[in-house]
């Protein structure tokens, strides 16, 4: 009798709590309207709110718009009035239509995170529609359509509250920081169905959200079984993670599961369950094993600087598989780096992001066709540039300047470029993209044009000019409300850094299983660093870094994912970090570094000193080269310690 009138108590809490909390959220569009989705990023950055995931719930840009208003009050009205069409109980919330014209040998390529689109489809349109019969049910009716396909693209339905909402239908994911790739799930293919649970206000003090998904894959006949192959269709699952313990700082670890297909069963849910939980048992278990899975990781994090001039600095760091049979360390890894200012000069906002992969990416042993839909991959649009299923690494970059000109209207200019490694069978050549947009509010609509012009990793040239037309007048001439147009301050708390010091580092290394580890001298060398930091406590400041190190000749890469500082009520600081490392040998070698420091505060005028001791953790690089042994284990590791002894500058 206790124990029922326990149970019934906690359901009528539940019942009660839910009855408070707000009903769930409609979906900003993902890269379908580029021109207004920037603007919301910006609006998000002014308002110290980091995105670590996207579609984003419209209710995260309408909690953030009162503090962004008062740094942008232009950019501020012209996102509410965009948001308006999303108040009503029914109505349009997307639609776009595109006519385009090609030329060139390379038009046949894929263009960069639209759905499986190619550069020379004469023609694209988009839609969504939405019926909100109760604050706690959301139907949306959506398509993306394109020359040869049309997807589903924005259809579910959506039923829950705040702190758990449950999305059915064809809504797609991006699991990064990002805004021009994601290395474990993005729009380069077109989205398939799927059951996703998330929350869009976060939980608890730690500023806890989740998200989790299922859906199935596209049929594959290349799944290996037994001595041969099956055909079916694999499911795909996906689980975030991410807190954000301060206003401004956020960390994600993120991570996918290919599992299932045909004779290896309909992909059950304790087969996800156990590739989570031990992903480097069931990533590397034998192909006759039927809990074998294809798995993903990542962990990323997203550091927002505020002050008369705004940032955002953000890190991913991927893995294909596990390393060294321990759960904990990325394999095949990827490196991503971006930065962003939203607001330069009043008129002006740029971002720059930087991404490094090594090999294996996109490919499996198991599952011949990989990770993909349709044929193409489900993350970074550069598996879609190379040979389908070649293995080799690259890099790539994208430049994007914004500016909002006198006139009205927003104008963007936007450049990629990725490089391939060249030890394959393939004989690449750079991409590279210039892009020009323009678009303005036109009689209850925007109107716009595009220009595309680049070069395929095979060496075909395109050209494609677009016009657009998009519904909805998105001018910003209504006003903000509220918003005053403060002229941000700084913070003397919220400081940039400029490292410079001497290391002593040493190298163990393990180059295959059948040769002795070998221990290199400790030597000493330059050590450089560029950061910035805030205050997120009395005595806490969190921050982000990249580091440089010259070790014995060869450069020594750090970006800090976690920077950690605690200020004692004396000169005394402790700082601990952990980050991800690039040591650039024949071919890049990545892997976790982390350390902890003594640091002794303004010993002169904006100069701190400190001392940390740190350490690399299994930096590895595949034996791709030919000059590489090629024993049974495919990789080799260096082990790399020692301590840092630097002058910080702030200001």
């Known amino acids: 009798m206790k124990r029922a009138a326990l149970v019934s108590g906690a359901i009528l809490y539940a019942l009660s709590s839910a009855a408070l909390a707000r009903g769930v959220s409609p979906y900003l569009p993902l890269n379908l309207e580029p021109e207004i989705e920037h603007q ?94 109760s604050d706690y049910l959301l139907v949306d009716l959506g398509a993306v359509a394109y020359e040869g396909r049309t997807n589903y693209t924005g259809s579910m339905v959506s039923m829950g509250w705040e702190w758990a909402q449950l999305d059915l239908g064809f809504r797609p994911h991006w699991f990064s920081p990002f805004t021009d790739s994601s290395m474990l799930m993005s729009t380069e293919a077109p989205t398939k169905p799927s059951v996703t649970l998330s929350n869009y206000t976060p939980l608890t003090s730690l500023g806890f959200s989740y998200q989790i998904f299922g859906s199935r894959m596209t049929k594959s006949d290349h799944i290996v079984w037994q001595d041969g192959y099956t055909s079916g269709e694999p499911s795909l699952g996906g689980l975030q993670v991410t807190i954000e313990p301060a206003s401004g700082w956020s960390l994600s670890l993120n991570r996918v599961v290919q599992f299932g297909g045909g004779a290896r069963g309909s992909g059950s849910f304790s087969q996800l369950l156990k590739a989570l939980i031990n992903p480097s048992k069931y990533s590397n278990t034998p192909a006759t094993n039927a809990d074998a899975a294809n798995q993903e990781g990542s962990i990323t994090s997203s550091f927002l600087f505020p002050g008369r001039v705004p940032f955002a600095v953000y890190v991913e760091y991927a893995g294909e598989d596990t390393s060294r049979g321990r759960n904990y360390l990325l394999g095949n890894t990827a490196l991503s780096w971006g930065i962003s200012f939203p607001r330069l000069f009043k008129r002006f906002d740029f971002t720059l992001e930087l991404t490094e992969w090594q090999n294996e990416w996109y490919v499996n042993s198991i599952y011949n066709d990989g990770l993909t839909n349709y044929g193409l991959v489900v993350g970074n649009w550069f598996g879609d540039q190379r040979v389908f299923n070649d293995i080799v690494g690259g890099r790539s970059a994208m430049a994007r300047l914004g500016w909002d000109p006198w006139f009205g209207g927003r104008a963007e200019v936007r450049f ?120 997120v406590s009395d005595h806490t400041d969190l921050g982000a870094r990249v580091e440089y190190d010259d070790l014995d000749g060869t450069n020594l890469l750090g970006v800090r994912i976690i920077d950690y500082r605690y200020r004692f009520k004396n000169p005394l600081a402790i700082v601990a970090f952990l980050g991800a490392a690039r040591y650039d040998l024949a071919t890049p070698a990545y892997g976790f570094y982390y350390g902890l420091g003594l640091q002794w505060r303004d010993v002169l005028p904006h100069v701190d000193v400190g001392v940390e001791a740190r350490y690399y953790d299994s930096v590895a690089r595949d034996h791709v080269l030919p000059s590489d042994p090629h024993t049974t284990r495919p990789d080799s590791f260096y082990d790399i310690s020692g301590a840092v002894l630097s002058l910080t500058y702030h200001f």
């Open 416 to 535: 990629r470029t990725l490089e391939n490694q060249t030890y394959g069978a393939i004989a690449y050549q750079h991409f590279h993209e210039l892009t020009l947009n323009y678009s303005r509010p036109w009689k209850g609509v925007v109107i716009g044009g595009e220009f595309d012009s680049g070069k395929d990793v095979f060496g075909g040239n395109y050209n494609r000019l677009a016009a657009f037309m998009r519904f909805g007048d998105t001018s910003p001439d209504r006003g903000c409300g509220d918003c005053d147009g403060e002229t941000p301050t700084s913070d003397p708390r919220n400081q940039l850094l400029v490292d410079a010091g001497v290391h002593a580092l040493r190298v163990r290394t393990d180059l295959t299983e059948t040769t002795p580890k070998t221990y290199g001298p400790t030597t000493a060398g330059v050590h450089l660093g560029l950061g910035a930091r805030r205050a």
């Open 40 to 133: 919301i990023e910006r609006v998000l950055i002014l308002a110290g709110k980091p995105v670590m995931s996207r579609p984003i719930a419209a209710a995260t840009v309408l909690d953030a718009l009162p503090k962004a208003c008062k740094i942008d009050p232009l950019l501020c009205s012209q996102v509410q009035r965009y948001l308006s069409r999303y108040m009503h109980k029914a109505g349009i919330a997307h639609a776009s239509v595109e006519g385009a014209t090609s030329s060139g040998t390379g038009s046949g390529s894929i263009a960069p995170n639209r759905y499986g689109m190619a550069q020379n489809s004469h023609w694209d349109a988009s839609a969504v529609l939405y019926l909100q019969p």
